[in-house]
């Protein structure tokens, strides 16, 4: 593998970590959220805490995806490219030996 060929590796890509850290922090908040305004309805201070962080688990949501869905274009492009390239040296191999 030369320099040009550098393999992706997705937990030390800082933003596709962070975007799925998003993605799993807001399940997480937004699950919460739904179990306190469902358990505590009656109550106005934990109406207004569940509707305020289920909301808060849809903004961390939408940036999550914003992060994991172009860092896993490109590693889609990358991976696609390297698969063609290999498939073509493969072919001329193949060709030049007949």
Same mark, same amino acid.
């Given at each position: ?15 596709? =970590? #962070?975007?799925? +850290?998003?993605?799993?922090?807001? &399940?997480?908040? *937004?699950? /919460?959220?739904?179990?306190? =305004? +469902? ?5 106005p201070i934990y109406? +207004?805490? *569940? ?8 903004i961390l949501l &939408?940036?999550?995806? &914003?992060?994991?869905g172009w860092e ?5 492009? /990358? ?7 290999? #498939?073509?040296? *493969? #072919? /001329? ?6």
């Amino acid at each position: 593998m030369n320099e040009t060929e550098q393999k992706i590796v997705w937990w030390k890509d800082k933003k596709l =970590l #962070t975007g799925v +850290i998003l993605v799993i922090s807001s &399940f997480i908040l *937004g699950f /919460y959220g739904k179990i306190l =305004l +469902i358990a505590k309805f009656y109550e106005p201070i934990y109406l +207004i805490t *569940g509707l305020s962080m289920w909301a808060f688990s849809f903004i961390l949501l &939408f940036a999550g995806v &914003f992060l994991v869905g172009w860092e896993t274009v490109r590693m889609i492009q /990358y991976r696609i490219h390297h698969h063609v390239k290999r #498939t073509v040296k *493969g #072919t /001329y191999e193949c060709e030049r030996n007949l």
